[in-house]
């Protein structure tokens, strides 16, 4: 059974640092990982999308990596910014579309 | 109106009710999902439909009935809950059948806060 694993479950940092969000999974056999952004009370937004034969997608200030051997994926944001504040949410594709729990981040003014 | 479409946002309803959840996709997409997001757990899948068939059903309650009538709207129809199926619903739709084995990306609707008193 797939589980996914989400590190750290909430961060706080001030405006205009680099910062890591970090997330694992158990099962190697993936079709793709997806990273989401969701705002309180509202839906998902896809961020990035990185297929299994991939190493790194990028969108603006954001990369993210992938790992599959190792079941690794990180995601970087740069220059962190008071709206990048929301839950972060991992999400591996094998026979079905699995979550980690997410990570919370404010970034402060 | 474009993307995903979710209806009520909100809703409240007694153990002995009977309610339903909407969802609506305008992408063109042939697959359709409901999930459950509930405090402090992660986002549960509980159906999937692909063409219009059900082609997951994750152990969920018979307490949750879904309905897709065709590839552009999905339902839930909720009877008899319990307090713990307070959560927000969500759903969401793709291009490709994810069912088994999912290559392309989810959409998500905005979601209907669900809370059973």
């Known amino acids: 059974k797939q589980e996914v694993t989400q590190i750290p479950a909430a961060l706080s940092v001030p405006e205009g640092e680099n910062l890591v969000l970090n997330c694992s999974f158990t099962d190697s056999a993936i079709y793709n990982l997806q990273w989401f952004r969701q705002d309180p009370g509202k839906g998902l937004t896809s961020l990035l999308l990185i297929q299994s034969s991939q190493r790194e997608q990028t969108s603006g200030r954001l990369n993210a990596s992938l790992d599959k051997s190792s079941g690794r994926s990180t995601l970087y944001i740069a220059a962190s910014q008071p709206g990048d504040s929301a839950t972060y949410l991992c999400?591996?594709?094998?026979?079905?579309?699995?979550f980690g729990a997410g990570t919370i981040l404010r970034v402060k003014s | 109106e474009t993307g995903v479409t979710q209806t009520p946002r909100h809703l409240v309803m007694g153990m002995t009710n009977k309610k339903s959840l909407k969802c609506e996709q305008h992408l063109g997409h042939n697959a359709m999902y409901w999930y459950k997001q509930s405090a402090k757990k992660p986002l549960e899948l509980m159906f999937v439909?692909?063409?219009?068939?059900?082609?997951e059903n994750n152990s969920v309650p018979s307490r949750f009935s879904p309905e897709c009538p065709n590839s552009s709207h999905l339902f839930l129809h909720l009877h008899t809950l319990q307090p713990e199926d307070s959560a927000l619903y969500l759903c969401a739709s793709s291009q490709v059948p994810g069912a088994s084995g999912g290559t392309d990306t989810q959409y998500f609707g905005p979601g209907t806060r669900l809370t059973v008193l």
């Open positions: 439909y692909s063409l219009e068939e059900r082609v």
């Open positions: 999400a591996v594709y094998g026979n079905k579309l699995v």
